[in-house]
């Protein structure tokens, strides 16, 4: 067994998320996964669970937050996921 290293759930089912930076992370639930990796938006501060949206190094959790940031350039930022064509 595993021990989750946000918990501290001993878990069967525990598994491990390899980072790109090559750190190893051992959970026993996605949620705990969530809390420990997820990026904060630097806008709302709530936990960037989708896409989210990248501008100059740094993440925000959709358009809306990034245009709010950003000024001039996030008049560029356009949230595309679910928008119908034009």
């Known amino acids: 067994m595993a021990t989750c290293e946000v918990c501290g759930n001993d878990y069967w089912m525990a598994f491990e998320v390899r980072t790109v930076s090559g750190d190893v992370h051992t959970f026993?639930?996605?949620e705990c996964a969530v809390h420990r990796l997820a990026p904060i938006c630097e806008h709302?501060?709530?936990?960037i669970v989708g896409h989210g949206v990248e501008v100059s190094g740094r993440f925000f959790c959709c358009g809306h937050c990034a245009r709010s940031e950003e000024g001039a350039r996030g008049a560029e930022?356009?949230?595309a996921v679910g928008a119908r064509p034009a």
């Open 28 to 30: 026993d639930s996605f």
């Open 44 to 47: 709302c501060q709530i936990r």
């Open 77 to 79: 930022i356009r949230d």
